[in-house]
Each structure stands twice: as C-alpha cells, then as structure tokens.
C-alpha cells in the first residue's frame, strides 16, 4: 500500500479508462492544495484532511506559506526553508516523519522544524522562535550601530597628545564604541575613535561609568580637545535611523541623549537627517 495518502480520492476504472482517472485524481490532490506564495514557511501533515487543517488555523495567523503538501519532511522541503528570510526557514511537521537523508540535511542548514501531533503545539511553539529570532536580528543591528554617548576628557590622563590622540575618558552617558566620530556640545567635528581599552584590555564598547583609554584620530590635545572637555558621539543619518527604530532597546540616558545630540546636529544642519 505503498503511495498511498490519507484523505486521498479514491476512484474506480476500467483498464481502458486508468490513465484518465489517474490523471484526473491528480488534478483533484492538486485542488485540494493550499494555495501558497512565493515566499514563507514548509508544510507538511500525514493527511489531507490534516493539511488543511494546519493550514487554516496557520491562515489565521497570517503566516506566509511558500510550500504544502502531505508526506514526510524530504531533501526539497529543507533547501525551499533554507532559501528564505530567517523567521521562514521553518518547517510545520504535523505527525510525520524525516529520513535519515534529511536529517543529515537539516544539520548542515539553519532551518527549525517544528514537529508535533497537536497542532496548536506547533504553531506557539513557531510563534515563540520567531520573537526570539527578531530580537536577536535587532540587537545584532544594534551592535553595529554607532550608539549615543557622552564621554569626558580626564585631567591628568593625557597619554599621546597626538596621531592618534591617546587620552583616559569617562563615561558620562550612553554607549562609546569604536568608529564614532566625535563633536563638541556645540557640533564642532573632534575626530574618530580609533580603539577603547580597560584596564590595558581592547574592548568593543563601554557604558556609562566606565573609565577607558580612548585613540582619537584626527585630533590633537591642545587644539580641539583639552582635558576636562566633554564630547559626543556625531551620530550619521544611518544610524539615525536604525537608532529610532531600534528605541526600545536602548536606556533612558541612552534616549535622552540621542534628543540632544539631534538638537545640536538639526542647529548646525536641519537636512542632516537626509544622508
């Protein structure tokens, strides 16, 4: 009984009519299939009537569906997954199976399946994965974001005076990290940050209340910057951007500090914003 599908039409034939009605229960499976898109998740189920099922409690969800069938998970349904945007390289698995071919494939592509016998399970369980993922691909954006900071030149802790300016800074507010470009409180360009260190240790960034040693390019102790002095992250359109709708991810002080900064830059040129 191989080949057969739950749920499936069944008709009789004659030999002389077999063909027909085999090509007519083909174009009957294939009427029965959801009607997906270009782009989304995989779906599979071990039954027709299990099928749609899923697919109607998954419509009301509104995710997209690239591809539904009945059947076990095969090598097809795992690189159609891979191809896609990250929150859709999924596949939905309801009561079925994944062959050991398959399986060797999974483990070389980032694709998540989602296997259970309830359906409910699987769609939570997708929902779940997907905030987790968006909030990991917001956080990275952040990360390569140049974010609000205000940092104070410390008297005494001028190391290099110049090429690159080498000087011990605080934290006042926000994040510093290295590749900001600095300005004053009044949207005097100073220089860039080449590289922070604490504690002779190189790190990626440090916040509020951390006391670093800070290369500056471009810029020279005893003309520009002077010892006491504050200065701010010279935020560029781009990352303007990503920072007002990454907000939600950033402090108070962080917020508050992005307002001034935009102050200062919108004074000096209010098409700033435009790139």
């Known amino acids: 009984m191989d080949?057969?599908?739950?749920?499936?039409?069944?008709?009789?034939?004659?030999?002389e009519n077999i063909e027909k009605a085999e090509q007519e229960t083909k174009e009957e499976l294939r009427s029965a299939e959801y009607e997906t898109g270009n782009h989304g998740i995989v779906v599979k189920a071990d039954s027709l009537g299990s099928?749609?099922?899923?697919?109607?409690?998954?419509?009301?969800?509104?995710?997209?569906?690239?591809k539904a069938e009945v059947g076990d998970i095969n090598k097809d349904d795992i690189i159609k997954a891979a191809?896609?945007?990250?929150?859709?390289?999924?596949?939905?698995?309801?009561?079925?199976h994944t062959s050991q071919k398959s399986k060797d494939l999974l483990n070389k592509e980032d694709v998540e399946v989602f296997q259970s016998q309830v359906i409910y399970?699987?769609?939570?369980?997708?929902?779940?994965?997907?905030k987790k993922v968006e909030r990991q691909d917001r956080e990275e954006k952040l990360s390569n974001t140049i974010r609000p900071?205000?940092?104070?030149?410390?008297?005494?802790?001028?190391?290099?005076?110049?090429?690159p300016a080498v000087v011990g800074t605080e934290v006042v507010k926000g994040v510093v990290k290295p590749g900001a470009s600095l300005m004053t409180p009044e949207g005097e360009k100073i220089g860039r940050v080449k590289s922070i260190q604490e504690q002779n240790e190189s790190v990626e960034k440090a916040s509020k209340g951390t006391e670093i040693a800070t290369s500056i390019s471009n810029a020279t102790v005893g003309r520009g910057i002077e010892e006491?002095?504050?200065l701010l992250t010279d935020i560029n359109s781009d990352d303007y951007k990503n920072l007002r709708e990454l907000k939600d991810l950033l402090t108070e002080g962080e917020k508050q500090l992005l307002d001034q900064i935009t102050d200062i830059k919108d004074e000096k040129n209010p098409h700033w914003k435009l790139g």
């Open 51 to 66: 099928l749609e099922a899923l697919l109607r409690q998954i419509d009301q969800e509104d995710i997209e569906v690239q």
């Open 83 to 96: 191809d896609e945007e990250r929150t859709n390289q999924a596949i939905f698995a309801f009561n079925v």
């Open 149 to 163: 900071a205000k940092i104070r030149i410390m008297p005494d802790h001028v190391f290099r005076s110049s090429n």
């Open 3 to 15: 080949g057969i599908i739950s749920g499936a039409p069944v008709r009789t034939a004659s030999k």
């Open 121 to 130: 399970e699987i769609i939570e369980a997708y929902k779940g994965w997907k």
């Open 228 to 230: 006491g002095d504050i």
